[in-house]
């Protein structure tokens, strides 16, 4: 009741999305922060003493943009202006794939769920052309959907149910299922998807190769449900593996492997707090042979950028 009481004061129904589409184009290259806003939330980074770090550009708006000289892309929001950066983001690469193949791919996980709420409201709830989307998630624990340690339910709490994405396009676990079936499961799932056209492949590995994945870590530098040290880090064949004895609870989850996550065309890295700065300190400075972390095997064909708060970023800056 309350999603569609939601739904029918802020976003457009689908049926007038056309008529929208071409506002749309205009808004999305339209500054998104207003001049107050910009000296109210203006941070500059702290100095810093870390050689590879060299910050090309520094643009206002709350946002320190830094270049790393290893190509890594970083962006250091306040929180605000990370929800209001990250629905632009996105809303370009929705806009841009709808263009060019009609579709949109989009893998979540946790934590990036929770700064997808500009998404929802005006504009771009209103433009998104939404039927054309198809949602995944990158790991899931094996309980009910209903039951709060959910990805699922978490993504469709705060994001899923607030916009029209058809629910035939949402690819959830069978929960009835164990870990080692329900990853079976959603292997073929991703495999019929692939064969109707809906999920591309990578020229270069033959994995599936979605648009874009919104992915976060744990203070471990675990991604998705791939934990330092575990079989599931090194899975090369499979696209969906699983686990039982998973370090953080929930014990069984399934989990996208590091060939599916790397062949990504677009990953946005969302971390926050200050709990995660060792691990965004690995996984952005240190070098190629150090690949102890999961989150240092991430080396997707595509695009990766790194959304970061202050408090994850803090290691970055001195
Ligand atoms: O368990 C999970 O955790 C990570 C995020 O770690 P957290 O310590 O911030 O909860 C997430 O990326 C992953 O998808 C999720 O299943």
Redesign the pocket.
């Known amino acids: 009741m309350a999603t569609s009481t939601f739904l029918s004061l802020s976003c457009t129904p689908q049926s007038m999305l056309h008529s929208k589409h071409k506002s749309q184009t205009q808004s999305s290259t339209m500054s998104l922060v207003s001049p107050q806003l910009v000296q109210k939330h203006l941070y500059s980074p702290l100095r810093h003493n870390v050689s590879s770090l060299k910050p090309k550009r520094i643009h206002v708006g709350g946002l320190v943009k830094a270049s790393m000289n290893n190509n890594k892309d970083v962006h250091v929001l306040s929180k605000e202006h990370l929800a209001v950066s990250l629905a632009k983001y996105v809303a370009d690469l929705s806009e841009k794939y709808i263009r060019e193949k009609g579709r949109f791919t989009v893998v979540l996980?946790?934590?990036p769920v929770k700064y997808l709420r500009k998404l929802v409201e005006p504009p771009y709830c209103d433009t998104i052309d939404w039927s054309k989307w198809h949602i995944f998630l990158?790991?899931e624990?094996v309980v009910p959907k209903t039951h709060v340690d959910s990805?699922y339910k978490l993504a469709n709490d705060s994001f899923i149910s607030k916009v029209p994405i058809p629910p035939l396009n949402v690819s959830t676990i069978d929960d009835a299922l164990p870990a080692d079936g329900a990853a079976d499961v959603y292997e073929t799932t991703l495999r019929r998807l692939v064969t109707s056209n809906v999920i591309s492949t990578s020229s270069l590995t033959g994995f599936p190769k979605f648009d874009l994945m919104l992915?976060?870590?744990?203070?471990d530098g675990?991604?998705?449900?791939l934990f330092p040290g575990y079989p599931a880090v090194n899975e090369t064949s499979k696209w969906v593996t699983y686990l039982k004895n998973a370090p953080?609870p929930p014990p069984e989850?399934i989990t996208f492997t590091l060939p599916v996550i790397n062949a990504t065309s677009n990953i946005a890295m969302v971390v926050t707090g200050a709990g995660?700065a060792d691990a965004v300190y690995s996984a952005l400075e240190k070098g190629p042979n150090d690949n102890k972390l999961p989150i240092q095997k991430v080396n997707p064909e595509g695009d990766i950028k790194w959304f970061l708060d202050k408090g994850a970023a803090s290691r970055l800056y001195r």
């Open positions: 996980s946790p934590g990158v790991d624990r990805n992915l976060d870590m744990g203070p675990h991604v998705a449900s953080k989850r995660k």
